[in-house]
């Protein structure tokens, strides 16, 4: 035979062995088998919590929580551990244990971990010393896991109720809502969960456009810790309304904004959606006296958008802020007192008929109370629910949930776990109406002890956005209204993961 033809069998016997190979190998079902992507859950996922507050008084407890799934709970890790402290523009103080010749990169013992699916657990913290946190999930406690972090001192500079969801590292960030004011202290916190060092660039923009700020730029982030930048320190002239823009040059970080007011009180502000033509900021208390709307359009264009408050009972626009102009790179600023008139809202910013659309980022600041007693919280605008979104840390009284169907109506199921000392989980569904916002009567787990997790999933319709406002009166807030609201999003339980098939060609090479 001559070697063309016996290369050609050759071929032909490979072709049909690794054809044999792949028909026994390919499972029965799944991507390969149908040709199509499929929802696969996670098998890691990481979380930062911040230093929680620089007050001796403050009082911290976490929660952290993994969702029942159909992936196996026999096996798998979730935990926080404290991450080093770290000062802006300082020298890093060396690990005792390195000091002592232990080995480098060595962590410490977990602070507060998941043992298993369903069951929240919960540690406490207290005084200014509470460190930051950094987290890893593998395994079955990676799908869904979430944590939360919920801090309260009724004295001293923003004092009131604190609350933030640990969150995932990015690269991005933008926050509308900060404050150099002389009455704010803001504190950009930033924690770099990787073993090498992350480099930051801090931009600031005001109602003029962007504040020149050199010190802003290469911010180092040493390897698994937390830096607080006070926010003043990058600009000389005070700023009352401020966006925020933070971006990771090298590695990544999770970034958070800790507002604290001399007169009411404070809270973190987290970052707001990624730039979108159309944001939904959910959740404004019923009993708010004051809501103040910040946005900011980070492109070359100007925007002109419609500002609707989704009510109970529909849409409406506040009276004399119908609409918005947004010049491009300039932050704007609207009060809009107590637009919610004793009814929960969620105000929904769309583009006008002929603005286009131009992304925007938007963040409310809320109060709640009068005079000295008063308190402020901030809610950003949120992503959608999506499948599944988890929040922990809420008790028996002084949790309200809020879900907003923007566009069109939706039906969600709201599942309540088991709580962190005992209890049965509880499963309610709700409709909520299109253009909408529900406030939510939460469902207790039956025979609850200690605190528990809220799971919101969408059934059908949407999209839905969602947040949840925590409140602490009486003697423990010494007679202040209390708050802090956080925002639900997809709790990142599981990931695309694309059709693969055999292929053949690569023999024919």
């Not at 002389?182 to 504190?187: G, H, N, P």
């Not at 009993?287 to 409406?316: E, H, M, Q, Y």
């Not at 207790?444 to 059908?460: N, Q, R």
């Amino acid at each position: 035979m001559k070697r063309t033809t016996l290369s050609l069998i050759a071929a032909g016997a490979a072709l049909a062995a690794v054809t044999s190979v792949a028909a026994v190998a390919a499972p029965e079902e799944g991507p390969a088998a149908t040709g199509k992507a499929a929802q696969q859950p996670v098998e890691r996922t990481s979380l930062l919590c911040p230093a929680p507050s620089s007050s001796e008084l403050a009082e911290t407890t976490y929660t952290a929580y993994t969702p029942k799934t159909e992936v196996s709970s026999d096996s798998g890790t979730a935990a926080l551990v404290p991450a080093a402290r770290s000062l802006a523009g300082k020298d890093d103080k060396k690990d005792d244990k390195d000091d002592k010749g232990g080995k480098e990169g060595e962590e410490e013992k977990s602070f507060l971990a998941v043992k298993k699916q369903g069951t929240p657990v919960t540690a406490e913290e207290n005084g200014s010393g509470a460190p930051a946190l950094i987290g890893l999930a593998e395994g079955s406690l990676a799908p869904g896991w979430s944590a939360q972090q919920t801090t309260h001192f009724t004295a001293g500079v923003g004092r009131g109720l604190h609350g933030a969801a640990c969150s995932a590292p990015d690269t991005d960030f933008w926050f509308p809502g900060a404050s150099t004011a002389e009455d704010r202290s803001d504190y950009l916190h930033l924690t770099n969960p990787d073993d090498a060092a992350a480099v930051v660039d801090i931009e600031l923009y005001g109602k003029d456009g962007a504040l020149d700020s050199e010190v802003g730029e290469g911010i180092q982030v040493p390897p698994r810790s937390s830096v607080p930048v006070l926010l003043s320190t990058l600009t000389g002239k005070p700023q009352t309304n401020l966006t925020v823009h933070v971006t990771a040059r090298s590695g990544r970080v999770a970034a958070a904004v800790q507002a604290l007011d001399q007169k009411v009180g404070g809270d973190w502000l987290t970052p707001s959606a990624e730039p979108a033509a159309s944001v939904v900021l959910p959740g404004i208390p019923k009993d708010a006296t004051a809501v103040r709307l910040v946005a900011f359009a980070p492109g070359s264009a100007d925007a002109d958008l419609k500002v609707s408050l989704a009510g109970p009972n529909g849409a409406l626009s506040p009276a004399g802020n119908e609409t918005l102009h947004l010049k491009s790179g300039m932050t704007t600023a609207v009060d809009l007192a107590d637009v919610t008139r004793g009814e929960p809202g969620s105000l929904v910013l769309t583009p006008t008929g002929d603005s286009g659309n131009t992304p925007v980022v938007a963040a409310v600041r809320v109060i709640r109370g009068k005079g000295a007693d008063q308190e402020s919280a901030f809610i950003p605008a949120a992503r959608p629910v999506g499948d599944r979104a988890t929040v922990t840390g809420n008790g028996a009284k002084g949790t309200y949930l809020s879900l907003t169907a923007p566009g069109k109506a939706a039906k969600v199921r709201v599942t309540a776990s088991a709580g962190t000392g005992g209890g049965t989980a509880a499963t309610k569904t709700y409709s909520v109406g299109a253009g909408r916002t529900l406030a939510a009567d939460v469902p207790l787990p039956d025979s609850l002890k200690g605190t528990y997790a809220l799971t919101v999933e969408t059934v059908s319709g949407g999209p839905v956005h969602a947040s949840r406002t925590l409140t602490l009166s009486g003697a423990a807030a010494d007679g202040i209204p209390m708050f802090t609201v956080q925002n639900l999003t997809d709790d990142r339980g599981t990931v695309t993961v694309p059709a693969a098939r055999p292929e053949m060609g690569v023999l024919l090479d």
